[in-house]
């Protein structure tokens, strides 16, 4: 059986994947993280502001941005969530140009809790993968070649 600082944990994150990955809503972002969120993602800069920034860009990016929660585990201060993260480019990201690339895949967010709040975030995702289905690594090799 779960702790109850495991499930108040696991319910925080679910509420906070529903709010800002399904609904894409930035607006409430100090209800579930700590003024000094720490992120693992390198792509994201340091911060509630860098998160919020990151996410802005790629939901403006990818209009039709959907994720789909597929499991979500608990233990202590942590919490892991499997997804799966898919739409269709319509603007510059990650500097790679829009051509109406599809894509989808899977990642798993790894929350730790402090306080009530998400104070810090590691993830483990197929970038490969995600740069491959939006052409980005054969614009690359033309460059290189």
């Known amino acids: 059986m779960q702790d109850t600082l495991a499930l108040e944990n696991k319910k925080l994150v679910g509420a906070f994947v ?3 990955f399904v609904k894409r809503n930035l607006s409430d972002l100090d209800r579930y993280m700590r003024g000094d969120y720490i992120q693992h993602n390198p792509m994201a800069k ?3 502001d860098g998160f919020r920034k990151f996410f802005a860009d790629w939901f403006n990016a990818v ?3 959907n994720y789909t929660l597929k499991k979500i585990v608990a ?3 942590e919490v892991w969530v499997y997804g799966t993260y898919a ?3 319509k603007k510059t990201w990650l500097g790679i140009a829009p051509r109406g690339q599809k ?3 899977d990642a798993v967010d790894i929350f730790r809790i402090e306080d009530h ?3 810090e ?3 483990v995702m197929d970038v490969y993968e995600l740069y491959r289905q939006l052409g980005a690594l054969a614009e690359r090799r033309k460059k290189a070649a």
């Open 121 to 123: 975030h590691w993830d």
């Open 46 to 48: 340091q911060g509630m």
């Open 75 to 77: 233990e202590r201060d």
């Open 103 to 105: 894509y989808a895949y």
């Open 63 to 65: 209009p039709n941005w």
């Open 87 to 89: 739409g269709k480019l």
């Open 18 to 20: 529903n709010e800002v």
């Open 117 to 119: 709040r998400i104070a």
